[in-house]
Structure formats: C-alpha cells, structure tokens
C-alpha cells in the first residue's frame, strides 16, 4: 500500500508522546492561524477559480468560521483537556473517579469540495487539539484549493505528525486500506457508506457529515420580505452549493403567491438584473456537476431565472413551481442554485411530509408566530434547526453541527470537535491499603456480605422517599 509508511511514522509519531503536551497543541493550532493569515490572498484567489466565489463569501465562510473556532479552541483548550470528575458511590469515597480525555491516534479527515478550506480545516482544529496525529485528504474537485493545501499547509505544521494527501477516488481508495484509529468525512450519503463500510474492516470509529434534502416551511403568518432574502441568501449563498442550503419550500400556494415577488425584488437586489454579471454570485464547481444541476432544471415549471451557460458552468438564481413530489429534483440533493416550492395545505401536511422523508441535515421553519416554529421543531427530527433563518446555526462554535440518519453520524464544532477526537477514557484509582473495606467482595459469599456491598454501592433515586 502506498500510503503505508506514511501511516506508520505518523503512529510511531503519536506513540512517541509527542502531540500529547497542551504547549505542543496550542503551538500547532497557532500555526494553523499563521497559514490563514499568510494565505489569505491565495484561499481567496483559489476558491473564487474553483467555485466563483465571490472575496466575501470566502473570506466569511472559508477565513472568519475558521478563525472563530481556532480561538474558541485555543481560549478553552486547557479546560477542554482536564480530567473530568466524577461521582462515586459510598465505597468510592476515598478514592479518584475521573474521565480522561485521551487522542485517538492516527485520524484521517477526508474533506469535500464546496468549502474547501473550512471543512477540512475546523476538523482539523478538534484533532490537534484532542491530540492526535493527522492526515488530511482534500478534494481533488476543487483543483486550485487542493494545490494550495498540498503545497502550504506542510510548511506550518510539523510534518512528523501531520500530512496532506492528494488524489482522486483511486488514492482514496488505496488511503482508506490502512487502519486508522478514526475517519471524519464530509461528503454525499454514497460516499460515506463506502468509507464507512472500509472503516469497519479495521472497526475504526467514523464521523460522517453528509448531506439531504433540508426543508423550508414558511407559514402563512410571517413578514414575507423578511423570508424572501434570508431564504434566498441562504439557497444562493455559494451557488447554491451548501450542504444546510434550504433544498426546497414547503408553504401554501396563497404564500406561494406572496413569495413570488418578493423572492424576484430579493435576488434582484442581491445580484442585479442579470446575475450571471454579477461578482458576488458563484459558479458551479466542474462540468459534471453543472451537468446534474441542469437536469434538475426539467421537474415543475421555471417561474424565476433559470438560464444557463455551460461553458461558464454559470447556472442563474432559479426557482421552480408546480414542483410534484414525484420529480427529479425532489429525489436528490439540489447542491445548485434552484429552488423548488412544493404545496401543501398546512403546518400539519408539512411536518407530515418532512417525516416520510430521510432525516435532513437541518430544518427551517418561518413563521411570526413563535408556536407554529416550535411545533415544526417538537415534531420533527433533523440534524440541526433554525427558526426564521437559514444557515445561520452553523456560524456557532457553541453549537454541535452534524448530521441523523441518512445525513450523517456524530458532531463537530468548538467543544464537540475535541470531545468528537478525543476517547473519553473512564478512570479509577485506589490506594494500595485499607483491605479489610474490601473483604465483603471476596468469597466465601453470604447474605450478610451482600447486604454491605448493597449499602455502600447503591445509588439511590433523588427525592425518593420510603412510606413506613
């Protein structure tokens, strides 16, 4: 295997002790901010030749998320790291009951496309600071930000503990025969059942942050202008090629009827009368995807946008109406920017309609009433959830973003990455003495043994009380 030196330096690296020191994780977290102040001009250079995306968009989604969670990390991490205490039975009094925060070892971060600087990089922050070593895999699809990683990232991070692999589904494949010791992968639901099937050959723990089909419920009581933009700057944030993007509206044709101005005036305002000149609206990553986008174009009936250039892999701000939930596009995952509405009569019809699909990555309800969001929320399962927003949940590193089901495995973000690289390893200690606090255990057994075992060792329910 090609990849397996490189594995087992990596190991003997991590077995050496070497990443376990806080001053040796803050020192490598710090020169993961030095890259991204150095490489700022290229980050943004590389991604808008890859995806079109426009200096804002990439400086907040690729730059400012990353430097959030690379200081909410290096502000707690000496916290984060600490033993964890704790309770212990009557028996256990005199001795230490703790939770060890431990690394992994060797991990493997397999990172996608759409964001290809952020989502290879906040995973990458957890494991250093959970203690591990690490080999990166960046998307060979967005070319330009792969080379940038390969060539840079090594310059800043010790290369006995951390490496950068290139390559396509071949060196992927090759890559996920060595055993490591976890795999965290962003990527589609088919992927990750192939890395998942290869992680279980070793029984290697996975994360898994995929996508789905997120709605977007948007009742009858709400301030129409208000959700036109915040849905329509989170479906065309990226062209479209996020995997929190609002994949499809769910609303009355009465709202329907509302939106459909509003949304026009909202990518209007957004990106003028004709986007496709616009410098703040993206392209589409490659041929192939722009290829699968623009079949989607073909379900219900284009009522906003919709034209395309495919030597530009330029496809416009879209929205689709008529939309049946028998169609093309309500099968996958749009990753473009296309926005099909879907009618149904009520709140009710469209908490039933969100449950007979796979589980989301995230939910969105809109509504000026606090009860109808809550009740979206109450009655629904998902991977996150934001009322009366889009996207806007993924910006806290307080929160844990992952996803359920068919839209992933596990969670990441400030302190969930570290706990997500970290084995939480349970712990006692006891002293060498005071044998006889011992004897009841030992046989001969009796009743009476028993009933000290019993007494010293139970744990008993709070506020119970005993009627004599």
Not at 295 to 310: C, F, K, M, P, W
Not at 405 to 420: P, V
């Amino acid at each position: 295997n090609p990849y397996a030196g490189l594995v087992s330096h990596l190991r003997a690296s991590w077995l050496s002790g070497k990443t376990r020191p806080m001053e040796y994780r803050v020192a490598q977290l710090e020169a993961l901010g030095r890259f991204l102040d150095d490489k700022k001009q290229e980050i943004l250079e590389a991604t808008a030749s890859d995806l079109g995306k426009a200096p804002f968009e990439a400086e907040l989604s690729e730059i400012l998320l990353c430097k959030n969670e690379l200081h909410e990390t290096l502000n707690n991490l000496s916290h984060w790291m600490k033993d964890e205490k704790v309770d212990r039975t009557l028996a256990m009094q005199l001795d230490s009951a703790f939770i060890r925060k431990d690394p992994y070892g060797v991990v493997l971060i397999i990172a996608p496309w759409n964001y290809p600087i952020q989502l290879f990089l906040v995973p990458l922050i957890g494991a250093i600071a959970a203690g591990n070593c690490v080999i990166v895999k960046p998307s060979e699809v967005s070319k330009k930000t792969e080379r940038l990683v390969a060539e840079a990232l090594p310059g800043y991070l010790d290369k006995d503990c951390f490496a950068v692999v290139t390559g396509g589904v071949p060196e992927t494949t090759r890559l996920l025969e060595n055993k490591f010791d976890y795999i965290f992968f962003t990527g589609s639901s088919p992927v990750g059942r192939i890395v998942m099937t290869a992680a279980a050959k070793h029984l290697t723990p996975v994360t898994l942050e995929l996508g789905g089909k997120n709605p977007c419920y948007v009742s009858d009581t709400c301030d129409v202008t208000n959700v036109a933009r915040r849905v329509a700057w989170g479906r065309f944030f990226n062209a479209g090629q996020t995997c929190i993007a609002p994949d499809y509206l769910l609303c009355t044709i009465e709202m329907q009827e509302k939106l459909m101005p509003a949304l026009r005036e909202a990518i209007t305002e957004f990106f003028g009368p004709n986007p496709r000149e616009s410098p703040d609206f993206g392209r589409i990553v490659s041929d192939k995807q722009f290829q699968r986008v623009q079949r989607l174009l073909g379900s219900g009936r284009v009522a906003i946008g919709g034209q395309t250039d495919e030597a530009e892999r330029y496809i416009a701000p879209t929205v689709l109406v008529d939309v049946q939930p028998s169609d093309p596009i309500m099968q996958e995952e749009i990753f473009g920017p296309i926005l099909p509405i879907v009618i149904i009569t009520n709140v009710d019809e469209a908490i039933d309609f969100i449950n007979s699909r796979e589980r989301p990555l995230a939910v969105y309800a809109f509504s000026s009433d606090d009860k109808i969001v809550n009740q979206v929320l109450e009655r629904t399962s998902s991977g996150g959830f934001c009322g009366n927003d889009t996207l806007m949940h993924v910006t806290l590193p307080s929160l844990p973003f992952g996803g359920i089901g068919n839209s992933g495995l596990g969670t990441h973000h400030g302190k969930f990455s570290f706990d997500t690289f970290s084995h939480h390893r349970g712990c006692l200690k006891r002293g060498m003495g005071r044998e006889s606090l011992n004897a009841p255990r030992y046989p001969p057994y009796s009743q009476q043994k028993f009933g000290v075992i019993r007494a010293t060792s139970k744990v008993t329910r709070k506020n119970d009380c005993t009627l004599l």
